[in-house]
């Protein structure tokens, strides 16, 4: 699972596409309170910070309409509760653009 620190607008399809797949699934895993990868480094991190996890699904879900990808999929903004930054990050948002330069995907590093 990994959540991206760095602008959507930065990440190539499979990157975009794939966190917000994996934003989903970890705001279930959050709000729902379910076990499935809820000891995960990258979902730890998000607790307490579902309103930062909300913005940035937000973030995302315009990156992807402005690509003239549908989304279909809001989250429940009730739920968007604690901090509205991430300041916690596994790797360092500069380290981020190195890991996908590394891929050799079409994100814009």
Same mark, same amino acid.
């Given at each position: 699972?990994?959540?991206?620190?760095?602008?959507?607008?930065?990440?190539?399809?499979?990157?975009?596409?794939?966190?917000? *797949?994996?934003?989903?699934?970890?705001?279930?895993?959050?709000?729902? =309170?379910?076990? &499935?990868? @809820? %000891?995960?480094?990258?979902?730890?991190?998000?607790?307490?910070?579902?309103?930062?996890?909300?913005?940035?699904?937000?973030?995302?879900?315009?990156?992807?309409?402005? *690509?003239?990808?549908?989304?279909?999929?809001?989250?429940?903004?009730? =739920?968007?509760? &604690?901090? @509205? %930054?991430?300041?916690?990050?596994?790797?360092?948002?500069?380290?981020?653009?190195?890991?996908?330069?590394?891929?050799?995907?079409?994100?814009?590093?």
């Amino acid at each position: 699972m990994r959540i991206w620190d760095i602008s959507p607008n930065l990440l190539c399809r499979n990157h975009l596409l794939g966190e917000h *797949r994996e934003l989903h699934a970890m705001w279930v895993i959050i709000t729902e =309170k379910k076990k &499935g990868y @809820s %000891l995960h480094p990258e979902t730890l991190r998000w607790y307490g910070k579902l309103n930062a996890l909300y913005l940035r699904h937000e973030l995302l879900a315009n990156e992807m309409c402005s *690509r003239g990808y549908n989304h279909k999929s809001p989250l429940d903004k009730r =739920k968007a509760t &604690g901090k @509205s %930054l991430q300041d916690v990050f596994i790797d360092d948002p500069l380290d981020q653009i190195k890991i996908l330069k590394n891929k050799n995907c079409d994100c814009k590093i």
